[in-house]
C-alpha cells in the first residue's frame, strides 16, 4: 500500500488532507469522523485584497480558517476614523466563537483563501469535540498575549524599533513552517506603508524614513516596493529595542 493510500484509509478527507487549518490550527484537534462531518459543511474560496469578510457589528453566521493570506483586523470610531487593531495568518481561525455579531471588522490585506463553515456546525463541533473547543481558546489566549506584546511596541518604542518590530513579526508570522532560528527571510508587505503608519501610529514620511535606514544598513533589502528581503534575522531583531 502507498503512502497515499494510507492517508486516505485513514479516513480523513480528501479537501483535508493538505490543509495548514487541520495540521497547525483548531481542526487539527479533531478525529477522522468529526473532520468528515465538518468538511461536509466546508466551502473554500479566495478573496481579493481589500474585500470585507465581516463588518463590526454585523452578525455572525460562519467561521473560516486562513488558509494562506493575510487579514486585516480593525476598529471604526463613531466619526469613521479607523484603526488596525491586528492581523491574522494562516492558519488563524478568523471569528469569535460565543458572540451574536462581530466586534471588529475583518478585510482582505492581501489575496487570502478561506476554508469557511456555517456558525451551527462549528457551533456544534464545540459540544462534540471538546478538544476542538481548547484548540479555540487557546488561539484566543495567544491573541491576547500577542495584543499586550504589541502594546508595548506602539506605546513605549522608538519609531525606528516600531518598524523593525512590524518587519520582524510579518516574517515570522507569513509563513509559520519557516524555521525561528533562520538567519533571512523573504515576503511581501501585506499592508500599504500608510498602514503600516496606521497600525504603529507613525507618520507615512516616518515608515519610510525607517525602511530606507534599515536597507541603508544592510538589514533589509527591498523590491518593487513591497518585497522584502530581511538579510539578518538577528540584525532585524536586535533592532526591535529587546
Not at 539578518?232 to 526591535?240: D, F, H, I, P, T
Request: hydrophobic share 40%.
Amino acid at each position: 500500500m502507498t503512502a497515499q493510500q494510507d492517508i486516505h484509509s485513514s479516513g480523513i478527507p480528501v479537501l483535508c488532507l493538505s490543509c495548514e487549518g487541520r495540521h497547525r490550527g483548531p481542526c487539527g484537534a479533531l478525529d477522522p469522523d468529526h473532520l468528515v462531518g465538518l468538511a461536509k459543511t466546508a466551502s473554500r474560496h479566495k478573496v481579493e485584497p481589500g474585500v470585507k469578510l465581516v463588518g463590526e457589528a454585523e452578525t455572525v453566521d460562519s467561521y473560516s480558517n486562513v488558509l494562506s493570506g493575510v487579514v486585516k483586523l480593525t476598529k471604526t470610531l463613531s466619526d469613521g476614523r479607523q484603526q488596525i487593531v491586528g492581523l491574522q495568518f494562516a492558519p488563524d481561525f478568523l471569528g469569535r466563537p460565543f458572540k451574536m455579531d462581530s466586534p471588529i471588522n475583518a478585510e482582505a490585506a492581501t489575496v487570502v483563501s478561506l476554508c469557511s463553515f456555517p456558525k451551527a456546525a462549528v457551533v456544534r463541533m464545540m459540544k462534540d469535540a471538546p478538544e476542538f473547543e481548547r484548540r479555540l481558546f487557546k488561539q484566543a489566549l495567544v491573541e491576547l498575549d500577542a495584543a499586550r506584546e504589541w502594546m508595548v511596541t506602539v506605546g513605549r518604542k522608538t519609531a525606528s524599533e516600531k518598524v523593525a518590530s512590524f518587519l520582524l513579526m510579518i516574517a515570522r508570522s507569513i509563513d509559520r513552517t519557516v524555521d525561528p532560528a533562520a538567519k533571512s527571510a523573504c515576503f511581501d508587505l501585506p499592508l500599504t506603508r500608510g498602514d503600516i503608519a496606521d497600525f504603529l501610529a507613525l507618520r507615512f514620511e516616518t515608515v519610510s524614513r525607517q525602511l530606507t535606514r534599515l536597507r541603508a544598513d544592510g538589514i533589509i533589502r527591498i523590491e518593487n516596493n513591497r518585497h522584502v528581503t530581511v538579510d539578518s534575522m538577528s540584525g532585524l531583531e536586535r533592532r526591535c529595542g529587546g
